[in-house]
């Protein structure tokens, strides 16, 4: 197949400017992101800018009912094997850590009718429950006994996807109102890896299916009656382009 010089894909948004969602349809357009989840069609959800934050910063938030989720991303178009590397980072912060799920990462689901327990993954206690057939990012719930900490999920590679969350925690917590880095690198042969701030939190052979093709999922998801927030930076995805398509 013919070839260029532009072998590397590259999609970046800074949440910068007046130009982010406000709440009018169920799927809609964020720079190169789509702005979806099963409850982003209600008034109240949306990703508008945050005023006065001199970087630019967009809020991801939520309904006020249980189980709706907003998310910012894509649709499923990322092979491992024929896109690989794959670099997903983002800069986030959250304004409380109470009654919420969060997830960043890839996986098959489809982002109009994506919900974080319903269709993705959930935790509570110490169990991980992995609803995706293919997943791999990054997990916090205030329904985990480790409620504060980034957990390190996947499912759908060679390697069975682990569900308790004690073996997967990162040991890094998230704390209110203070800015992180979230980083997940993903190679041609499903080898995966989760960076906080840096520093590399997990090594996983097979976390990854080489042939199931997702999309990328910045979510937040009230797990109660209130609306909840994600503040996110910028979001990063690279990954190669597939020159047999």
């Not at 319903?118 to 057939?133: D, E, F, N, R, V």
């Not at 480790?146 to 590679?157: F, S």
């Not at 998230?174 to 906080?196: F, M, S």
């Not at 990328?216 to 190669?240: R, T």
Request: one cysteine or more; charged letters at 20%; aromatic letters at 6%.
């Amino acid at each position: 197949m013919a070839q260029s010089d532009r072998g590397r894909i590259e999609l970046f948004y800074d949440f910068f400017g007046e130009d982010n969602v406000a709440n009018t349809a169920e799927t809609r357009l964020l720079g190169p992101f789509i702005v979806g989840g099963q409850g982003n069609a209600e008034t109240d959800a949306g990703v508008p800018t945050i005023a006065g934050m001199v970087s630019g910063a967009g809020r991801i938030t939520t309904t006020n009912e249980d189980n709706h989720c907003t998310m910012v991303g894509t649709n499923t178009g990322f092979s491992a094997s024929l896109m690989g590397p794959i670099v997903l980072e983002a800069r986030v912060q959250l304004d409380n850590l109470d009654t919420k799920e969060v997830f960043f990462g890839l996986s098959d689901i489809d982002p109009n009718t994506l919900n974080l327990e319903g269709t993705l993954i959930h935790g509570a206690s110490t169990t991980i429950t992995l609803t995706a057939s293919d997943i791999c990012g990054f997990l916090l719930s205030s329904e985990l006994t480790d409620d504060e900490d980034w957990h390190m999920v996947y499912n759908g590679g060679s390697t069975t996807g682990e569900t308790d969350s004690t073996a997967i925690d990162a040991d890094d917590d998230a704390v209110a109102a203070e800015w992180q880095v979230l980083r997940l690198e993903i190679d041609t042969n499903g080898t995966a890896r989760w960076y906080i701030d840096g520093v590399l939190k997990q090594t996983k052979t097979g976390a990854v299916s080489t042939t199931t093709v997702m999309g990328v999922c910045l979510g937040v998801e009230a797990k109660g009656a209130a609306i909840e927030n994600l503040d996110v930076d910028y979001l990063l995805v690279q990954a190669s382009r597939d020159w047999t398509a």
